[in-house]
């Protein structure tokens, strides 16, 4: 039941003591106007005639006698233990019997338009986003009011996340709260966070940077968004990854972008083979840790080649290192940020994979005269990310718990990679092409040439597993569709009971059934 607290004022319901009507009157019609409206909608429970009267400043007669006057034609109803409150039948309901919907919800008007760009996110790029047909495969992996199905890519496994650290560290703030935590903060973040950021990625990734380079976000999509806003213009080229990550394609398109093909092979991403139609590109999209999703680790060769020619082109480019942690096999080739001797690489990863992703934090590491602009941004676009999961994060990181949580599911991982890599082997063999590979969280499999990689996830998804298509991150069109099996988040029967699932989807496209 909604009930409606005695200190808070029902909003268009007034009195005016110069008018002929008694207030009595007037309080009844305010009243009813509200409940025809569905501002009080049936089952709502009412202020007691007494506040009705202390925040009217009238009699509690007068509010007794509207309250009267509403029972009487059945707009009010009481039980005992619940007070007094509209009624679940209304008697103008039983007049209007063929009214659809409630007097209170507006129409839209054929007058009222979203911007351009509004459109665009709106209508195109949703569809181009979640793919040629139904959405199920893009959008089940960010729904999170259930457990994660075989075989969602990009989820880790919050199951094993150290909680009881991480609540302690939590009530150590909210015992005794700072002041510094409950106002508004520096745009850029806190600064033990963005030391510690800083400190990590100059040891673990090869980052050259320092605390002020950092800037706090709210994981990577956020990144992505304020990078376009504030480095392209309308009508500038992009190159991205193809094929790549779809959030940056949505993201760049978004602010305006034209969008070009960077093709991905065995060696990443190859600057060198972009058509010659593009003369010239404003911004770089890359992954060269981890290249998102065939996996293929971007070479020092194509590296350098890429920083050569975004500074003859003047160009920015965003290195997206989303899950660099989670290397398997052989050290991990330092960061292409820590290469670039020209400012222009801006470098960026978040905690939504090697922690849990409603925490919403990430970071973006600037060049320097890009530091004060993205501050200034963030201070008008959303102010600043939540400033006690900031200091409870920095702590998470500087007391060591951070790495050692990052070894614990590096070998997690690994063991389920090797599981489903197995299964899918021995169940699939001849279905689909899989190779294991050196980190990550998911595996590639290639389907056999001719098969449709959207009609593959189709079937599977028809049988309860669901898998991304290699398509719904092409720009270009595939010329040997595949599919993304993620496998972080999975148990091993999981894994093992969804490579089964998977094989009963796909022989029938074997055979052409």
Known sequence: MTRIAAHIPIAGVTLDRTARDPLSKQLYDGLRQAILRGQLRPGTRLPSTRSIADEFEISRNVAASAYEQLFSEGYLDTKVGSGTCVARCLPDELLCIGATAPAAIQQPSRRRTLSSRGKLMAKHLARHYFGRTSFTFAVRPLTVSREPQPFESGLPDTTAFPFKIWSQLLAKYWRHPRHNLLTCGDPAGLKSLREAIAAYLRTARAVQCDANQVVIVNG??????????????????ALIEDPGYPGARIALQAAGAKLASLPVDDDGANIHAVSDKVKRARFVFVTPSHQFPLGVTMSVTRRLQLLDRANRWGAWVLEDDYDSEYRYQGKPLPALQGLDGTGRVLYMGSFSKTLFPSLRLGFLVLPADLIEPFRQARAIFDGHSPMTEQAVLADFINEGHFARHIRRMRAIYQERQSILFEALTRELAGLLDVRLADGGMHLVGRLPKGVDDVVAS????????????ISYCSIRSATQGGLLLGYAALAPDQIRDGVQKLATALRPLATGS
Request: charged fraction near 20%.
């Open 458 to 469: 189709q079937r599977a998804a028809a049988h309860g597993v669901f898998t991304r298509p």
């Open 220 to 237: 990577s999509q956020h990144a992505l968004d304020l990078s376009a806003r504030l480095l392209i213009d309308p009508g500038d080229t």
